[in-house]
C-alpha cells in the first residue's frame, strides 16, 4: 500500500473512531443514598452502558487511536490482545468497525459470557491454561502473523490523553459540579490496567483539585504490594479470581505515584459487595464494582468517623450478568470454597452505619486509625 492511501484509511478510520466516541463518550452518574452516611454522597459511574458493556470500551478506542496515529496500525494489520475478557470484548468491537483481524488471548478461566462476545464481535479467541503467559503468547502472535500486538497493560496510562478531551475523570468532575459537594472528597477504583487509576491520578493533579485516590486491590494482586514497597519487581503466585482486575504483577500502566492509598479486599468481600449492589439497583454488577464498592465504604466510613462531609466517586465496571456463571452461581461459590454470607452480613450493617469492620479488609490491612 503506498503511503497516500495509508494515510487516507488512517485519517477515514480516525473519523470512524471519533464519531463512536462522540456517540458512546460519556455514561451515567448515579445517585446512591445510603442511610449510615448522613451528609455523605456517594456516586456511581456506570461504565456498564458502553456499546461493549464495560469501562474497557474507552481504553480499547485509545488503544486503536494510539497504533494508528504511531503509525503501528494499518489496513489489513492483524491484531492481538492479551486480555482477561473486557478489554478484548471491545477491541474485537472496533476491530471489526474498521474492518480488521482480531484476536485476544485469554486465561481459559476467563468467563464464557466474555468469550461469547468477542465472538460475537467477529473476533477469535485463543485460550491459554497459565494466564501469567498471555502477555508473551500474545506477543509471538503478533510477531510471527506481521501483526500489532495492542498490549493494554504497557499503553494504557499513555494512549488516553490524562489532562481532559472527555476522558473519564474530566466526565466525573462534570458531571459533579451541579451536586452539592461538587468536587468529591475521594475517588475509589480497582486496578487492571492501572491505566484508569493513572488517569485519575494524573487529572487530579493536572487540575490542582484536592481528591485523593484509592485504589482497592484484590487477594490474589502484585498492585498493593508494589504500591507499598515500591517494588515494582513483586509477583503474585496465581490468578486473581475477581475478573478484569488484580494481575499478577505489576503493569506498567500502574503509576503508584499519584495513588494517596490502598487497600486489599478479599475475594468473598467483593463478591458479597457485588450481590449487595446488585440488589439495591435492581440489577447485576460484577465482582470489580464490588471491590469498588468496599474501598467506597472504607472512605465514606473514615469521613463518618471524624465528622466530615463531603462526596465520594467510584465506578460501575461492567455488567454482572457476564458472571451468571460464577459470582451469581452459588454452586460456583461453594466450588471455590467461598461463604459470602459473614462478608454480606458486615456490609450490609456498614451501609446502615455500624462502622467499617475490619474483616472486609486483608488482615495486614486493617488500620489502625480505623479501629473502632
Known amino acids: ?25 460519556d455514561t451515567h452518574l448515579i445517585a446512591l443514598p445510603l442511610p449510615g452516611f448522613a451528609g455523605i454522597d456517594l456516586y456511581l459511574k456506570d461504565e456498564s452502558s458502553h456499546p461493549t458493556g464495560s469501562l474497557k470500551h474507552r481504553l480499547a478506542r485509545s ?3 494510539y497504533g494508528i496515529c504511531n503509525g503501528q496500525i494499518h489496513q489489513g494489520t492483524p491484531l492481538v490482545e492479551a486480555s482477561s475478557g ?29 468469550i461469547e462476545a468477542i465472538t460475537r464481535h467477529g473476533g477469535r479467541v485463543h485460550m491459554v491454561e497459565d494466564g501469567s503467559t498471555i502477555y508473551e503468547v500474545a506477543e509471538s502472535m503478533a510477531r510471527d502473523t506481521g501483526g500489532h500486538y495492542l498490549d ?53 493533579r493536572y487540575r490542582g483539585l484536592p481528591t ?15 504500591w507499598a514497597t515500591s517494588d515494582r519487581t513483586i509477583r503474585c503466585p496465581r490468578p486473581s479470581r475477581i475478573e478484569g482486575i488484580g494481575r499478577p504483577r505489576v503493569e506498567k500502566s500502574f503509576i503508584p505515584e499519584v495513588v494517596d492509598d490502598m487497600i486489599r479486599i478479599p475475594d ?3 463478591i458479597a459487595a457485588s450481590r449487595v449492589l446488585s440488589r439495591l439497583l435492581g440489577r447485576r454488577v460484577g465482582g470489580s464494582t464490588g471491590t469498588n464498592l468496599i474501598g467506597l465504604l472504607w472512605a465514606a466510613d473514615a469521613m463518618r468517623r471524624t465528622g466530615e462531609t463531603g ?40 451501609i446502615a452505619g455500624r462502622g467499617f469492620p475490619q474483616q472486609l479488609l486483608m488482615p495486614c490491612e486493617a488500620r489502625a486509625h480505623l479501629a473502632a
Open 86 to 114: 473486557s478489554t478484548a470484548v471491545s477491541e474485537a468491537y472496533y476491530a471489526r468497525l474498521l474492518g480488521l483481524d482480531f484476536c485476544a488471548v485469554l486465561p481459559s478461566s476467563t468467563s464464557t459470557s466474555k
Open 268 to 270: 468473598v468481600a467483593s
Open 311 to 350: 462526596s465520594l466517586v467510584t465506578l460501575i465496571c461492567d455488567s454482572g450478568e457476564r458472571y451468571a456463571d460464577s459470582y451469581f452461581n452459588d454452586a460456583w461459590l461453594e466450588a471455590q470454597g467461598l461463604d459470602i454470607a459473614p462478608a454480606t452480613a458486615m456490609i450490609e450493617a456498614v
Open 152 to 204: 493494554q497493560f504497557t499503553f494504557a496510562e499513555r494512549a488516553t490523553d490524562w489532562r481532559g478531551n472527555n476522558n473519564i475523570a474530566e466526565s466525573i468532575f462534570q458531571q459533579m459540579a451541579s451536586e452539592r459537594h461538587p468536587v468529591p472528597s475521594w475517588i475509589v477504583m480497582s486496578a487492571g490496567t492501572g491505566g484508569t487509576s493513572a488517569t485519575l491520578g494524573r487529572y487530579i
Open 1 to 25: 500500500m503506498s503511503r497516500k492511501m495509508d494515510r487516507e484509511w488512517s485519517a477515514r478510520s480516525i473519523a470512524l473512531l471519533e464519531a463512536e466516541g462522540r456517540r458512546s463518550a
Open 63 to 65: 488503544l486503536f487511536l
Open 212 to 226: 485523593r485516590l484509592c485504589v482497592p486491590d484484590v487477594e490474589f494482586s502484585a498492585f498493593y504490594a508494589g
